[in-house]
């Protein structure tokens, strides 16, 4: 059983910056994928990066671009998520997800976390 757990979100103000935290248990997390994923109240769940099973690469949001960063530590089975520059319309759900491949599809992705809650005050 593959879980995926969250960590890191809170209440921050605009400008500020948060790291989220992913810890992958019960598979083998260099072998996939990894993404996040955000959902904010009313709206569809929405692709925010990705990053392939080795370090080198990614893929980003262009909401996201120059302000958030993805990274894995394949020997913690971890993701972050590095978010600087934050404004009140990233507020959502961020969730992880694990992937066979890197993708922005969401569809594609298989395991999920339970999602942490980041707002973001003006």
């Known amino acids: 059983q593959v879980q995926l757990v969250e960590s890191g979100g809170g209440l921050v103000q605009a400008g500020d910056s948060l790291r989220l935290s992913c810890a992958v248990s019960?598979?083998?997390?260099?072998?996939?994928?990894m993404g996040w994923f955000r959902q904010a109240p009313g709206k569809e769940r929405e692709f925010v990066a990705a990053?392939?099973?080795?370090?080198?690469?990614?893929n980003y949001a262009e909401s996201v671009k120059g302000r958030f960063t993805i990274s894995r530590d394949n020997a913690k089975n971890t993701v972050y998520l590095q978010m600087n520059s934050l404004k009140p319309e990233d507020t959502a759900v961020y969730s992880c997800a694990a992937a066979p491949f890197l993708t922005a599809r969401k569809n594609a992705y298989y395991y999920w976390g339970q999602g942490t809650q980041v707002t973001v005050s003006s």
């Open positions: 990053i392939g099973w080795s370090t080198g690469s990614t």
């Open positions: 019960g598979g083998t997390f260099s072998s996939y994928a």
